[in-house]
């Protein structure tokens, strides 16, 4: 199962942009999928999670700014974000566990290329 992410770019403070992530492959099902974000110097961290069900969780940090959805039947996650502001500014990564059903059943957890977003003036 392969992931890859779309949609950063440079937006300055305050403006608004959306990530886009897709999933491919065959005969797998995707459970729980997310956003992670890295900046320069800092670890990589949890953004939000949604749950096959459409359940979203937020960082503290993006609560109220950032927005996380799913299409299950185009296996496409989406993060809308809000109010950017330059502490935002990272590489963002999506991830996804899955289960591919064949001759064995392989759970794991595969990983976008990352896009990068700035925010800058």
């Known amino acids: 199962v392969q992931l890859q992410a779309f949609g950063g770019g440079l937006v300055p403070p305050g403006g608004y942009l959306v990530l886009s992530c897709a999933a491919s492959g065959s005969g797998f099902r995707i459970n729980d999928m997310g956003w992670h974000r890295q900046a320069p110097g800092k670890q990589r961290e949890l953004v939000a999670s949604i749950t096959s069900g459409g359940i979203p969780k937020y960082d503290d940090s993006v609560k109220g700014r950032f927005t996380i959805s799913r299409d299950n039947a185009k296996n496409q996650v989406y993060l809308r974000m809000k109010s950017l502001k330059p502490e935002d500014t990272a590489v963002y990564y999506c991830?996804?566990?899955?289960?591919?059903?064949?001759?064995?059943?392989?759970?794991?957890?595969?990983w976008g290329q990352g896009t990068q977003l700035t925010v800058s003036s």
């Open positions: 991830e996804g566990d899955y289960i591919i059903y064949g001759d064995e059943i392989v759970v794991g957890r595969s």
